[in-house]
C-alpha cells in the first residue's frame, strides 16, 4: 500500500514542478515582458506544456484508480489518508486544465484571424475560464501551493487583449457605418447632423457582418444602436416633423460611388402657427425610412437569432416613434374640441394614415408585425377622451379669466313670465304639492312678499361673462352625456361636468385671492356665480332629460351645489370679516365713551350722508363733535361704501343679509361695551341715549328692502338690544321696572335679568330705592 501513497505523492510532485516551471514562463512573457523570447512561440510552447502536463496526470490517476480500488479491499485503514492526497492531486489537475483553457482562448485572440465570430467566442469563454480558475486559486493556496502570480499575469494580458480586439471590432464597424453621437445636453445644435453609410462587395459584407455579430455577443453592438435610434429620432424624425409639411427636411446623396449620406436641410423650419399636414409629413417619413432601408437591408446578424440590423433599430425606436406620431403629428393636426362631434371623422382619418405608415414600417422590417398605431385601444374611446380633455380644457381656461366683463341674470319677482321652463316647472310643482303641502306653495309662492326666492326662479344679480360660459359648458356636456348611448363614454361625459365644477370650486378662489381681499364687489361678484352655477345645475333635470337622469344628474346634485355653495359662504365671510376689523379699530378705545360734552344733542344731520345733508347744514357754525361721533360715522361711511358697491351685484336678499351683519356687529359692539361698564356719569348716560337713538335711525334707512326699511328683519336681536338700552339709559328707574314688568314687558325679551340690573347699578347711585327695584326685578 506505501505504493499507492508514494504514487500519488509523486504525481502531486510533478503537477506541483510542472505548474511551477510553468509560472515562471508566464512570468517572463507576460511580466517580464523578456524582448528575447518569440511571443507566438513562447505562448505556443506554455500552451503545449500545459497540455502534456495535462495528459501525464491525466494517465497517471487512471492508474492511481485502479490502486485505490486494492486498498480499499486489502488495508481499509490507509484509504481515508490515500483519498485526501488524491483530491489534493485532483484540484492541482483542475486548476491545470482551467490555466490550459484560458490560454488557449489567449492565443486565439492573438491570433490573426479573419473570423471576428472566434474573437466575439473567444473573449466570452476567456473571461468565464479566468473566473473559474480564480475559483479554483482558493482551492489549491489552502495546500501551500500559490499560483496567483500567473493569474494576475493573465487577467492582465485578457485586458489588453480584450481591448485590442474590440477597438478593432469597433474600427470595422466605423468604417463602414459613419454615425455621430450626440450630445445629450438641451438645447445642443443639431442642424449640422448627417451620417454616411459605405457600400460593401460581398466578401466585404460576409466579413462586416460577422463583426456585428462579434459587437452583439461582446455588448458593443446595443450602444451603436443607441446611437442610431438618438440620430434617426432626435434629429431626422423631429426635423420633418417640425417642418410641418416635411418638404425639404433632409437630403440623400452620395458624395462618392461606393457612399450615401443622410444630411439635414438647413433652410429655416416651419414656423410652429404652419398648419400640421400629416399626409404629408408621414410621406416624407416613409422616404426617409426607405432611403434607409435601401442601405442597410444587407446588414445581417449570424449568430443563432439571425436577426439584420434593421429590425434592431426598429426594435429601439419603434414605442418613442409612434408616440411622436400620435402626439406630435396627429393630436396637432386635430385639435380636440369640447362640443359636438365634426371632428370625429377627421381625426380617425389621421388615424388611418398612421396606420398606413406603420404597415409601411412593417413592410420594411423596422417594425414587428404586430406593431400598431393605437394598440387595443378602441376610436370611439379615444375620442369621447379627448372630448373630455377639451372640456376640461375650457373650463380650466374659463375659471381663470377676470371678471372685466358682467353679465345681468336672472329675473325680477314681477317679471314670472320671463323665467325659462316656467311652465314646466310650475307643473312639477303642482305633481309634488299634494305630498309636500304649504310648505312647496310657499316657495313657489310669487304673489305674497318674502324675504325668500323663489324655488326655481333665479334672483336678478350680476354675475360674469366667463361663468355664463363655463354654465353652457357644463350644460352641453350633461345634454351630451343624456344623448349618448355607449355606457362607458355616457359615464365619462357625467364625469368630467362633475370634475369641472370641483376645478372650479378649488381654482377660482385660488385665482382671484387677492382680488377678492381687495375689491368687496369682486368677491360678490364669485358669491353670485357659484350660487348661478349651482341654481343652473338644479334645473338640469327639466333641460336635460332621459331614462338616466337620476343616475347621472344625482352624483352632480348632491356634491357639487354644496360645494359651491360652502366655498361662496366662505368668500363672502372672509370679506365681512375684513370689514367688522376694520370696524373694531375705530370701537376698541373705550374712551371714546367717557367725558362726553354736557347737553349734547345730535341732530337730523348727525350720521347723514354727504347726498343727504340738508341745505341747513351750510350756514350752521361749525361745532367740535366728540370722538364717539366721529367713530361711529366713520363706522357708518364704512358701512355705506360696502353698501353701495354691492347694492348693484348682489340679489335684494343677499344685499340685505350682508349689509345686516355688518350693521349688527357695529349694533353689537355698542351694547357689548354699554352692558360691561360699570359706572355711568348722568351726562354721558343722556348724551349716549340721544346718540344710540339718532343711530338707529339712521342704520334704519341702510337695511332696506324693496325701498322698505328691513332692520328688524335682518338684524332685529342686536337693533332691539340697543333700542331697549336707549330706553334704560335715557329713563328712570320706575320707566325701567314697567317696561320689565316682571320679566313679562318688552324689554324682557331683549335683555336679560342680569344685564338690567348691571345698568341699574351703573346708572343710579346706591339706595334703598334701587335695592328695592332690584329685588322686585
Not at 436577426?307 to 408616440?323: D, E, K, V, W, Y
Not at 379627448?386 to 381656461?397: D, G, H, P
Not at 376694520?582 to 373705550?590: C, F, K, Q, R
Not at 348722568?682 to 328691513?710: C, G, H, P, T, W
Request: proline share 3%; charged share 25%.
Amino acid at each position: 500500500m506505501p505504493s499507492s501513497e508514494g504514487s500519488y505523492r509523486e504525481l502531486e510532485k510533478k503537477l506541483k514542478d510542472g505548474l511551477t516551471s510553468i509560472s515562471a514562463d508566464i512570468v517572463d512573457k507576460y511580466g517580464n515582458l523578456t524582448v528575447a523570447l518569440n511571443i507566438n512561440a513562447t505562448a505556443k510552447l506554455i500552451f503545449d506544456r500545459l497540455e502534456n502536463l495535462d495528459d501525464l496526470a491525466e494517465l497517471s490517476a487512471r492508474d492511481l484508480e485502479t490502486l485505490i480500488e486494492q486498498t480499499e479491499k486489502e488495508n481499509p485503514e490507509m484509504l481515508a489518508e490515500i483519498k485526501t492526497q488524491a483530491r489534493s492531486c485532483e484540484n492541482l489537475l483542475e486548476f491545470l486544465r482551467s490555466m490550459k483553457n484560458v490560454e488557449e482562448q489567449l492565443v486565439i485572440m492573438r491570433s490573426k484571424t479573419t473570423n471576428r465570430i472566434e474573437w466575439g467566442n473567444s473573449i466570452l469563454a476567456c473571461k468565464d475560464f479566468l473566473n473559474e480558475t480564480n475559483a479554483l486559486l482558493e482551492g489549491i493556496q489552502c495546500e501551500g501551493f500559490d499560483m496567483s502570480v500567473p493569474l494576475k499575469h493573465f487577467a492582465a494580458e485578457y485586458s489588453v487583449l480584450s481591448y485590442n480586439c474590440r477597438y478593432q471590432l469597433s474600427a470595422d464597424y466605423d468604417r463602414v457605418m459613419n454615425i455621430p453621437k450626440l450630445s445629450k445636453k438641451q438645447g445642443s445644435d443639431k442642424s449640422n447632423v448627417s451620417f454616411t453609410v459605405y457600400s460593401t462587395t460581398t466578401e466585404e459584407q460576409k466579413s462586416f457582418n460577422e463583426t456585428l455579430t462579434a459587437m452583439n455577443m461582446i455588448g458593443q453592438l446595443p450602444e451603436r444602436v443607441d446611437a442610431w435610434k438618438s440620430v434617426i429620432l432626435d434629429v431626422f424624425c423631429e426635423a420633418i416633423i417640425s417642418s410641418r409639411d416635411g418638404s425639404g427636411a433632409f437630403f440623400v446623396d452620395k458624395p462618392i460611388p461606393d457612399q450615401t449620406r443622410f444630411s439635414i436641410n438647413q433652410k429655416p423650419r416651419g414656423k410652429k402657427d404652419k398648419t400640421m399636414d400629416v399626409e404629408k409629413v408621414l410621406e416624407s417619413m416613409k422616404s426617409f425610412f426607405t432611403e434607409l432601408s435601401a442601405v442597410l437591408q444587407t446588414q445581417e446578424l449570424l449568430d443563432a437569432c439571425g436577426r439584420n440590423f434593421i429590425s434592431m433599430i426598429g426594435t429601439a425606436i419603434q414605442p418613442q416613434l409612434i408616440s411622436m406620431i400620435l402626439k406630435d403629428v396627429i393630436a396637432i393636426a386635430a385639435p380636440v374640441t369640447e362640443t359636438a362631434d365634426e371632428d370625429q371623422d377627421m381625426f380617425i382619418r389621421l388615424l388611418q394614415l398612421g396606420e398606413s405608415f406603420v404597415d409601411t414600417m412593417k413592410t420594411l422590417g423596422f417594425f414587428s408585425p404586430n406593431a400598431k398605431l393605437l394598440f387595443d385601444l378602441d376610436t370611439d374611446t379615444i375620442f369621447v377622451t379627448r372630448r373630455c380633455f377639451a372640456i376640461v380644457s375650457k373650463a380650466n381656461k374659463l375659471i381663470n379669466e377676470t371678471y372685466d366683463k358682467l353679465v345681468t341674470v336672472g329675473a325680477e319677482d314681477s317679471v314670472v313670465n320671463d323665467i325659462d321652463l316656467l311652465a314646466r316647472a310650475h307643473t312639477h310643482a303642482e305633481k309634488y304639492a299634494k305630498e309636500y303641502k304649504d310648505d312647496l306653495a310657499r316657495l313657489w309662492s310669487h304673489n305674497e312678499e318674502s324675504q325668500f326666492p323663489s324655488y326655481f326662479a333665479f334672483q336678478k344679480c350680476t354675475v360674469s361673462a366667463s361663468t355664463i360660459s363655463f354654465v353652457n359648458l357644463l350644460r352641453d356636456c350633461m345634454k351630451a352625456a343624456y344623448a349618448c348611448e355607449d355606457e362607458g363614454a355616457r359615464a365619462k361625459l357625467a364625469l368630467t361636468a362633475e370634475n369641472i365644477v370641483r376645478l372650479y370650486v378649488i381654482q377660482s378662489p385660488r385665482k382671484h385671492a387677492d382680488l377678492f381681499s381687495s375689491i368687496p364687489n369682486m368677491a360678490a361678484i364669485f358669491y353670485n356665480n357659484c350660487h348661478y352655477i349651482s341654481h343652473c345645475i338644479m334645473i338640469m333635470s327639466f333641460e336635460c332629460s332621459g331614462n338616466n337622469q337620476k343616475t347621472l344628474l344625482e352624483p352632480l346634485l348632491v356634491d357639487s351645489v354644496i360645494r359651491l355653495r360652502n366655498v361662496a359662504a366662505d368668500c363672502m365671510e372672509k370679506t365681512l370679516t375684513r370689514c367688522r376689523r376694520e370696524m373694531s379699530a375705530y370701537l376698541e378705545d373705550h374712551s371714546i365713551f367717557e367725558h362726553l360734552p354736557a347737553s349734547f344733542k345730535t341732530t337730523k344731520n348727525t350720521f347723514s350722508a354727504a347726498e343727504e345733508m340738508s341745505e341747513a347744514a351750510d350756514i350752521m357754525i361749525p361745532r367740535e363733535e366728540p370722538k364717539l361721533i366721529k367713530c361711529l360715522a366713520a363706522c357708518l361711511l364704512h358701512i355705506r361704501l360696502i353698501a353701495k358697491n354691492l347694492r348693484e351685484p348682489l340679489t335684494e336678499v343677499v344685499y340685505c343679509k350682508v349689509i345686516g351683519s355688518l350693521v349688527s356687529f357695529l349694533l353689537d359692539s355698542l351694547v357689548r361695551h354699554v352692558v360691561t361698564t360699570s359706572d355711568f356719569r348722568e351726562n354721558d348716560a343722556n348724551v349716549m341715549a340721544d346718540v344710540f337713538k339718532r343711530l338707529l335711525e339712521v342704520v334704519a334707512n341702510i337695511v332696506s328692502y324693496k325701498n322698505q326699511s328691513k332692520v328688524t328683519d335682518f338684524c332685529a336681536r342686536e337693533y332691539f338690544r340697543l333700542n331697549e338700552i336707549v330706553f334704560v339709559l335715557g329713563n328712570r328707574m320706575q320707566d325701567i321696572e314697567q317696561r320689565w314688568f316682571n320679566a313679562k314687558g318688552p324689554m324682557a325679551e331683549h335683555l336679560t335679568r342680569s344685564e338690567v340690573v348691571g345698568l341699574i347699578k351703573a346708572l343710579f347711585s346706591d339706595s334703598q330705592h334701587r335695592n328695592d327695584l332690584i329685588s322686585r326685578l
